[in-house]
């Protein structure tokens, strides 16, 4: 079956973006179950979740950084269901001819403030997060609850994947600048949503010019070979392009040095026009490498900049940069100056990454297995029942009811657990706790309360009648939770490769309740 | 630094989508070098090309699958700067102070009808494409060209990077429907691209709502374990959800059979219900398997469903399927099959795959190496010269000038070479054609001309001044596109692991002005 489409012009023919209907079919489907067997309005409560920080294949990520929030809000904030959609659900039919939706579920899916009554707790964007570990939580109507699912995970998953690999590029960098270059071949319109986890997970800014003025961060970039080619064709050489930048930009001139040869071309053409540039009184900025052993072509370029009176000038990296990429330029940087008796570190402390391609699609694990997860259901008495789902894997059955997350800080400061308890739980009441693994049975951890310095409770209410949403923090601070908090993580949880595995545990409580349901449910 | 962003209310606070500044912000610098170095004017050609098709690590892509064009044209007829646009432009400022941009670059940008003369010629999109082949050429003022640059590349790169991946999960599924169910882990906004360029590879439909209506098409789904989980925590077990879903909708009732235990309650519950629901006059259409084995849980829920009287119920598979995953099912089927004694058709006929994650992130090859190069420019003298860069790589030097490509047929209605050549060339001119390797010099094909049965010349013109952009192709017309040149491939060419390569080869004329601007560049 298949009818016109909301939108017939030009203009509009392919409008498809974040609105209402922004969901799986399933959710509206079930929510109509709901509705026409009416416990729709049971409350509900659902975890976001993700099973394991992603796995790179050859490299692992010991911690995920969370975003995603704030955008989901302000979605959750102006969801408004319109005459045209309650119009293009009516007309869909089964293949026998009757309507999939009836008047009882469109008339509940257009009543007004239809999605105000639920409650969002959150672990706030930005801050650092572990599997296992409820990040969002919603109550609220089942049906409504049911509703928000996908466009949920849509909102959550990928950011905090690509915060969560940018944090890595940025921490492989070791204080060199990370700016984020990934559009060209990043996810179609998803490169916005990317590019804003890319700032949080702390790159410094973005070459995307219009998500970087929505950001309200000035946008970066030099330019590409097409310039150097059309001054070569119109008969100015190289030369003639690096004069044309720097006319125009005399205080921002970076000059991309190889697209004919680096070293012998590029640099050199580059350092005449730097100096045209400083007898002109202003001062250059640097050069870019775009191809080639960047690693060696960066220790020659400095040592030329260097002889000719630039010590200073940055060298800006690009070509498919990760974390492990990085890592390997500044270590063959370390030996190669070794070898040539040179300092590294003044060659590596004016180096820029540019990273594009492999931070927007976060190469080699292309997507977060967070989930969304009925964990509680008030009964007909108007009890809550845990919910949850028997599965073959028993890592996959989701943790039940209503709970806390605490993190646990020892007495260097160090975050060392995120325990997750029942809502009502006081967390390590006594001296010596015994918490649980929350995926293998048996595998238990005794915390002494000596040990700990600090307990944090780690979820606010972040939407409810009573919360105005209208202050949300700026992208700078969203940076500065996740650099406080990746700092806060021991050095062995920082690991690029092979990390040391981060404690989430659960209490006994939880643990307990989540045995016995098990058993229950498989009598 | 950083300035206030455009938009400040809650609604639109995370506005960037893609707009007229969905760029890079090296394409404004480079365009304002030429504005204000007197060469924006000059005429100019690009080229949009991919060097190799996805390599999925243990399986590649014998062909591509262009998508995209149909947006990036209604983004260029809607391409409109305005007030807000030119202010955020002219309040960025260098590090000196002084502003980025100046009055004489944004006057030109600000002008009206700015993007109007240039020339977009095309192969059609839904068309299958290969390695260097000009997909797109765009002619026309070089500061105009090159700030279209990014956006070209983030419209063509990931849709053309999933419509491929969409084919070969369709040639994998022989015949069998493939539902594209990727929002929930997908890139953020790019999944409603993705699943666009899905329907062009052959998809049959989405999950996602609100894409559907855009596309014309009926969105489709099942249900979620946490219907089940929600009848269950209210005590009415999973055949109480499978009998709500019954009840809700009787002629579209298809179960997921997998939440508690999927032989030993799911199918038989089922079926409880899919005799009620024929006991009241209505056809069920299935069940969905989410976990487990699936070719063996198929197999067996096809038994159990044949027995009952249900051998045209149809099976949904799900659960991290891509191409190779759906061989694997139909293999194993086949053997278990066999084993049984039973017929494997039976089985494999009635299955319905929901391809999510694997297909929208198209696992294993996250990106498509789509470029876009300047190729030639019209000097100060009026004349036409190719533009190419020198590159360490022989196979990264772009393909000089103005060119054609033609596709030859062989006799069997085979395509079998994309032939590229100058664009004033007559292809095959003489019985015997000697033709050439794109990036490995030396390796030359003959062609026969007796051999070859049609010449397609392959782009035609979609933007211009004469060009009327309003009528364009409905979803399902892509689709046949797609379906129509897969199938005109050779076999071969189609495997899914290591495929015969296709070919790609430059004329003579082509192959010697490329061999001579290189010398020519390095003297």
């Not at 916005?192 to 998500?211: D, F, H, M, P, Q």
């Not at 005794?446 to 040990?451: C, G, L, M, T, Y």
Request: hydrophobic share 40%; proline share 5%.
């Amino acid at each position: 079956m298949s009818h016109e489409p909301l939108a017939t012009t030009v203009a509009d023919r392919w409008t498809a973006t974040r609105g209402p209907l922004f969901t799986d079919m399933y959710e509206l489907t079930m929510a109509q179950v709901y509705v026409t067997q009416g416990i729709s309005e049971q409350r509900a409560h659902f975890d976001y979740f993700f099973r394991s920080t992603p796995d790179y294949g050859t490299h692992q990520a010991g911690f995920g950084v969370f975003a995603g929030l704030d955008p989901f809000l302000s979605w959750v904030n102006n969801l408004e269901i319109t005459a045209a959609h309650i119009e293009a659900l009516a007309a869909m039919t089964a293949p026998t001819g009757t309507p999939v939706f009836g008047t009882q579920f469109l008339d509940w899916l257009a009543t007004p403030s239809r999605f105000d009554d639920i409650e969002i707790r959150s672990i706030a964007e930005g801050r650092v997060v572990h599997p296992h570990v409820p990040i969002v939580t919603v109550t609220g109507p089942l049906a409504v609850c049911q509703l928000l699912e996908t466009s949920l995970l849509n909102h959550f998953n990928y950011p905090t994947l690509i915060a969560t690999k940018a944090a890595r590029v940025v921490q492989s960098a070791r204080g060199g600048s990370v700016l984020e270059f990934g559009m060209r071949r990043g996810p179609s319109t998803g490169v916005n949503e990317g590019i804003r986890a890319a700032l949080i997970g702390g790159c410094v800014s973005t070459s995307n010019v219009e998500a970087a003025i929505a950001l309200g961060k000035q946008p970066i970039g030099t330019h590409a070979h097409a310039l150097v080619q059309a001054y070569m064709a119109l008969g100015d050489g190289e030369i003639g392009a690096f004069r044309a930048m720097a006319a125009t930009a005399p205080d921002e001139c970076i000059l991309l040095v190889d697209t004919v040869n680096t070293l012998d071309s590029g640099v050199p053409n580059a350092i005449t026009v730097f100096d045209e540039l400083r007898a002109a009184g202003h001062e250059p900025v640097g050069v870019r490498l775009d191809s080639g052993d960047l690693a060696y072509l960066a220790v020659q370029a400095a040592q030329l900049l260097d002889a000719a009176g630039y010590p200073d000038a940055s060298i800006v990296l690009s070509s498919d940069l990760d974390e492990l990429n990085i890592w390997q330029i500044l270590t063959q940087i370390a030996d190669y100056a070794e070898l040539l008796g040179i300092d590294a570190v003044s060659v590596s402390k004016r180096l820029v990454y540019g990273v594009g391609t492999r931070l927007i699609t976060s190469h080699g694990s292309g997507a977060l297995n967070g989930v969304y997860k009925l964990v509680g259901i008030e009964n007909r008495d108007g009890d809550w029942t845990p919910a949850i789902k028997i599965s073959e894997d028993p890592g996959k059955v989701p943790l039940p009811g209503r709970k806390a997350v605490w993190r646990l800080y020892d007495q260097r400061g160090a975050a060392v657990v995120d325990l997750i308890g029942l809502a009502d739980e006081e967390p390590l009441a006594d001296e010596v706790t015994v918490v649980h693994h929350p995926s293998h049975d048996g595998i238990n951890q005794v915390i002494r309360r000596a040990d700990i310095s600090h307990i944090e409770l780690l979820h606010d209410t972040v939407f409810s009648e009573d919360i105005d949403a209208t202050s949300t923090p700026t992208i700078d601070e969203l940076a500065e939770r996740c650099r406080v908090d990746v700092d806060r993580l021991d050095i062995g949880v920082r690991r690029l490769v092979n990390p040391h595995r981060y404690h989430v545990s659960l209490t006994s409580k939880l643990y307990e309740l989540r045995k016995t349901l098990v058993a229950d449910a498989q009598v």
